[in-house]
């Protein structure tokens, strides 16, 4: 439709040079028919409708003959043609196709930062979002965050659900041990067994003692002996163990003298000790069910070094794949591995790998 407006226009600007050059008869003479010629059109067509091109091209010649006498000369009427005029210089200076109207819409990472921050604080309404945001330097309105959660559907901070169980016990983590026993048969198929502790905030792993004798007095020395050789601060905690025989009321003793609360499982639930029940289960897949224990000390021994290797290099999905001396400190800087020398030493005779970035 523009190529076809263009080309119509600029093929009559073409003609116009030809017929200024004429004589003036001919010119009169062509006129007068064509004058008649349109009378007759305007007998048999009581409507013309006109293209683009065809005002565009009445409203440049109406600069050219004068005022009074366009009644004579146009097939419309003076009104029509300035309207036409007026609409042409209005469309020159129009703007509205180049600008969108209102507000800029916020981009989709602002509102996902938005539903993010909704969803980890449930207690929070559209003004405290909106002050976060402010915080970490991003200026918008607070009815702006009112607006993306009210679109979502996500309803004010007092009537949204509380946290979930995720989030419930990982805030409780922090302050959560856990205790459990682990056997192990030896290579003269002679069962032994290993006390062990898990801290549920850091992941570190402890070992209390190794023992083919698991009775209460000996629970109770070993984790009065790992108090005193750690000296670890577990005041205001909670310790998760299970029914067994082997914990008595002396055991929970040692742990209540230095301001721990025991907290005993069901009877026959290894769920309600779950953290625990897995750091066991990884113990075997990773080490035990792919070594040969030859006694009390080898064990003692080979638990020892690998929970060196699990405090202190093996990742943990919990702690955003950083290892439990890793998370404390912060994450390590961003490094380009194609620039560097990854050094491997073999842990346990080569059963656990760890690497190193070479100095």
């Not at 604080?121 to 309105?141: C, D, Q, S």
């Not at 003298?257 to 009877?267: E, Q």
Request: glycine letters at 6%; one cysteine or more; a positive charge.
């Amino acid at each position: 439709m523009i190529l076809s407006t263009v080309y119509t226009v600029t093929r009559r600007l073409l003609s116009l040079p030809a017929l200024l050059l004429r004589r003036d008869v001919s010119k009169d003479s062509e006129l007068l028919v064509l004058r008649h010629e349109n009378a007759v059109l305007r007998r048999h067509v009581p409507r013309m409708r006109y293209e683009p091109a065809d005002r565009l091209w009445f409203a440049a010649l109406s600069h050219l003959i004068p005022r009074h006498r366009w009644a004579q000369v146009f097939p419309m009427t003076p009104s029509t043609l300035l309207a036409w005029h007026r609409k042409l210089i209005a469309k020159k200076w129009d703007y509205s196709q180049r600008r969108r109207p209102g507000r800029p819409p916020t981009s989709p990472a602002v509102k996902a930062l938005v539903f993010r921050v909704a969803a980890e604080n449930p207690g929070w309404g559209h003004r405290r979002i909106h002050g976060e945001l402010t915080r970490l330097g991003h200026k918008m309105a607070a009815s702006t965050v009112w607006n993306i959660l009210n679109q979502a559907g996500i309803d004010p901070a007092a009537r949204r659900t509380g946290a979930t169980w995720r989030q419930f016990l990982q805030a409780q983590a922090e302050h959560i041990v856990a205790v459990d026993f682990l056997h192990v048969d030896t290579i003269n198929l002679k069962r032994i067994y290993a006390l062990v502790m898990l801290e549920h905030g850091t992941r570190r792993a402890h070992l209390l003692g190794v023992t083919a004798h698991p009775t209460g007095p000996w629970t109770t020395q070993a984790a009065r002996n790992f108090l005193m050789d750690t000296g670890m601060n577990i005041a205001g905690k909670f310790l998760i163990r299970d029914r067994g025989g082997q914990f008595t009321d002396a055991f929970d003793a040692v742990f209540a003298d230095v301001g721990l609360r025991v907290l005993k499982s069901p009877p026959q639930a290894p769920k309600a000790n779950a953290h625990c029940e897995r750091f066991i289960g990884t113990l075997r897949r990773e080490l035990l069910d792919r070594t040969l224990i030859l006694n009390e000390r080898h064990l003692r021994r080979t638990l020892t070094r690998y929970l060196e290797h699990y405090n202190g290099h093996r990742p943990h999905r919990a702690l955003s794949q950083l290892w439990p001396s890793q998370a404390e400190a912060g994450p390590p800087r961003p490094i380009d591995l194609a620039e560097h020398r990854v050094h491997r030493t073999a842990v346990l005779g080569g059963l656990i790998n760890e690497y190193q970035i070479a100095s």
